[in-house]
Structures are given as C-alpha cells and as structure tokens.
T-cell receptor, first 112, second 111 residues
Framework: NAGVTQTPKFQVLKTGQSMTLQCAQD?????MSWYRQDPGMGLRLIHY???????DQGEVPNGYNVSRSTTEDFPLRLLSAAPSQTSVYFC???????????FGSGTRLTVV | GIQVEQSPPDLILQEGANSTLRCNFS?????LQWFHQNPWGQLINLFY???GTKQNGRLSATTVATERYSLLYISSSQTTDSGVYFC?????????????FGKGTKLSVIP
C-alpha cells in the first residue's frame, strides 16, 4: 500500500514552459486535491476533485489545470510556468470531509 | 472566507516539557484537523476533531466548536516532535471540500 505518490520530487522550469505534476493514490479515495505551500504560509488549495470526471477550483487556481479520468490519478498541469509558481506542491486524498487526509511527499518546483 | 489563526507562531521547548498550541477559527466548521509537518516536509494527519477530545499517545486535542477554537497538547516533548503544526478547517454545507489552513506553529524541541 503506497498511499499517495507524487512525481517528480524536484523540478526546475524556465519561465513559459509547461509541465505536469503527477499524483496517484491506491486507497480508492474519491476525494483528491492539490495544495501549494509557500514560505511562512499554510497550504492553499489549488484544485480538488470529488470523484472521477469531477473537478473544481480552490483558492488559487489561476495558471493551473487539472483532470480526473480515473479514481487513482489526479495530475496538475502548469500551462505556462511563472516565477510566482515557485513553491512546494502537495497532493492529498481522502474518503471524504469527515475523514483524515493523506498527503504525498511533495514536489519542490522552481521556476527561473 | 473563513479565517484560521494559530498561536504561538514559534515555540522552543526543552525536551520533556509540555506545550499547548491553539487554533482559532472565525466561522462554524464541519471539519477540523491537526497536521504535523516534519523537518523533511512530510505532512502527517494527527487528528480529525471537529468537536470533543481525542488522545493518541503523548498528543491530545480538544475542539470547542461553540467557541470556535481547538487546542493541541503535547506532553513530555521529544526532539522528534519538532516541525510545524497546522490546523485546518472546512466549511459546513453540502459539497464543501476545501480545507483552509492556518499559518502554523513552528515547534523546536531541544535536547
């Protein structure tokens, strides 16, 4: 049981490049979400999904795109990377709001 | 949106000491969770506690929903307790799945 797996762990992008952060879970959780963490801040919600085929925006969705074609996978796409997107990105999953969340180990992204 | 305030922002403890971390929130919530982020960045769910009291070993948490605060108690602290403790809440209502995090309390336990 691997839990929530995020890849890559580290990434450096040039401004304007695009990339996809991968997130996969093997716990059959319906709910998945993406957060970003900036220094001195708590985590802020980017996008979330309550099941395959259903996604919605969180607090800071601009510049990011998501899709949920399967229960297991929830990739986060950066359309045109900007230095303001330099951050640590966490994926999380849960059975639902009444349950605890399991987080992946994070992806540290630097945009230069 | 809902405001989540944690105090203190920083805390330094001698190993073996006890501590209390506080989380205040500005509205009624459906879900309150405490997380520990270790020095390597891993986030661990400690408690799901929208109301009442729970205990897990040396850690316990109490949420008084009517007064909109939660407390995390750490007893006999160890160096492995170091890291940042986050409180997170979400709003009541159908389909509300958005956790709002506080800025955290950074705990340093020194030997």
């Amino acid at each position: 049981n691997a839990g929530v797996t995020q890849t890559p762990k580290f990434q450096v992008l040039k401004t304007g490049q695009s990339m996809t952060l991968q997130c996969a879970q093997d716990m059959n959780h319906e709910y998945m979400s993406w957060y970003r963490q900036d220094p001195g801040m708590g985590l802020r919600l980017i996008h979330y999904s309550v099941g395959a085929g259903i996604t919605d925006q969180g607090e800071v969705p601009n510049g990011y795109n998501v899709s949920r074609s399967t229960t297991e996978d929830f990739p986060l796409r950066l359309l045109s990377a900007a230095p303001s997107q330099t951050s640590v990105y966490f994926c999380a999953s849960s059975f639902g709001t009444a349950y605890g969340y399991t987080f992946g180990s994070g992806t540290r992204l630097t945009v230069v | 949106g809902i405001q989540v305030e944690q105090s203190p922002p920083d805390l330094i403890l001698q190993e073996g000491a006890n501590s209390t971390l506080r989380c205040n929130f500005s509205d009624s919530v459906n879900n309150l969770q405490w997380f520990h982020q270790n020095p390597w960045g891993q986030l661990i769910n400690l408690f799901y506690i929208p109301s009442g009291t729970k205990q897990n070993g040396r850690l316990s948490a109490t949420t008084v929903a009517t007064e909109r605060y939660s407390l995390l108690y750490i007893s006999s602290s160890q160096t492995t307790d170091s890291g940042v403790y986050f409180c997170a809440v979400d709003l009541p209502g159908a389909g509300s799945y958005q956790l709002t995090f506080g800025k955290g309390t950074k705990l340093s336990v020194i030997p």
